[in-house]
């Protein structure tokens, strides 16, 4: 796992571009449904990595050190790159308030999908037995096909970003 430092505040999706499309997870090591997620985050990144989608981690502020960073992502096996946000440039840029909130972005660094990985959670402290709307996954199916997602963009549950 790759550990990124960002500094500075002038940070512009543009500068995610790639070859393929960047799934990005906005995390908290301390939000509960960080750590319930974990496995799914783990699950996806092991299914489109492989197929030459991105993968990375954010983490806004500086509530935590790169040592409980490294250790939420060691405990959940987490394979892909993390970025520190100390100064919250790519979350504002983003315009991520929500940990965890999902991002596809495409090539040229547009957001594509935006919020929820899916309809589990539905209110802090609410979850369902199993999702019935898999948001991040469908927006994947889609940008894969050449299509836009059904949805665009959800309303993520969990832990706001302070």
């Known amino acids: 796992m790759a550990l990124t430092r960002l500094g500075g505040s002038g940070f512009s999706t543009a500068s995610l571009n790639s070859d393929s499309a960047t799934v990005l997870f906005v995390l908290s090591p301390e939000c509960p449904l960080c750590l319930d997620y974990a496995y799914?985050?783990?699950?996806?990144?092991?299914?489109?990595?492989?197929?030459?989608?991105r993968f990375i981690g954010v983490f806004p502020g500086e509530f935590f050190?790169?040592?409980q960073i490294?250790?939420?992502?060691?405990?959940?096996?987490?394979?892909f790159s993390m970025i520190l946000d100390p100064e919250y440039a790519?979350?504002?840029?983003l315009g991520a308030n929500t940990t965890p909130e999902a991002l596809?972005?495409?090539?040229?660094?547009?957001?594509?999908?935006q919020g929820g990985i899916d309809n589990w959670a539905y209110e802090v402290g609410q979850k369902r037995l199993e999702p019935t709307e898999h948001y991040l996954r469908d927006a994947l199916v889609?940008?894969?096909?050449?299509?836009?997602?059904?949805?665009?963009?959800?309303?993520?549950v969990g832990c706001l970003i302070e």
């Open 104 to 113: 596809l972005l495409d090539e040229n660094g547009r957001i594509v999908y």
């Open 65 to 67: 050190s790169e040592l």
């Open 90 to 93: 790519l979350t504002r840029a």
């Open 40 to 53: 799914t985050f783990r699950t996806l990144a092991a299914e489109y990595q492989v197929r030459g989608i």
């Open 142 to 156: 889609a940008f894969e096909a050449g299509q836009k997602p059904p949805v665009a963009r959800t309303r993520p």
């Open 70 to 79: 490294r250790k939420y992502c060691s405990r959940f096996r987490l394979d």
